[in-house]
Nanobody
Framework: QVQLVESGGGLVQTGGSLRLSCAAS????????MGWFRQAPGKERELVAT????????YYTDPVKGRFTISRDNAKNTVSLQMNSLKPEDTGVYYC?????????????????WGQGTQVTVSS
């Protein structure tokens, strides 16, 4: 049974940091590209960052570039998102997702496996 379980969300003040983690099981993690997405209330789910299956290449969307860092540990089947200099507009539910591919994949619809999400709230 495929599982992606996110953790590490919470309430933080503007300028603060959080580290999200996603634990994967039930599939060959090292064969999958991983992505972090977020969804704010009333908005569509959007990409935050992706990492290829080797960890050798990453992609960030412009709003988080320079502030967020995605990483993975294929030995532990985990992917993480370090979030620094948080802003109120970073508030939302954060999801990790997996796609069987060698490439960084940016489309929400291309990801087949999803976690249940973890709430991140940044207060002003």
């Amino acid at each position: 049974q495929v599982q992606l379980v996110e953790s590490g969300g919470g309430l933080v003040q503007t300028g603060g940091s959080l580290r999200l983690s996603c634990a994967a099981s039930g599939f060959t993690f090292r064969s999958y590209a991983m992505g972090w997405f977020r969804q704010a209330p009333g908005k569509e789910r959007e990409l935050v960052a992706t990492i290829v299956r080797s960890g050798g290449s990453t992609y960030y969307t412009d709003p988080v570039k320079g502030r967020f860092t995605i990483s993975r540990d294929n030995a532990k089947n985990t992917v993480s998102l370090q979030m620094n200099s948080l802003k109120p507009e970073d508030t939302g539910v954060y999801y990790c997702a997996a796609k069987y591919t060698v490439y960084n994949t940016v489309a929400v619809s291309d990801y087949g496996y999803w976690g249940q999400g973890t709430q991140v709230t940044v207060s002003s």
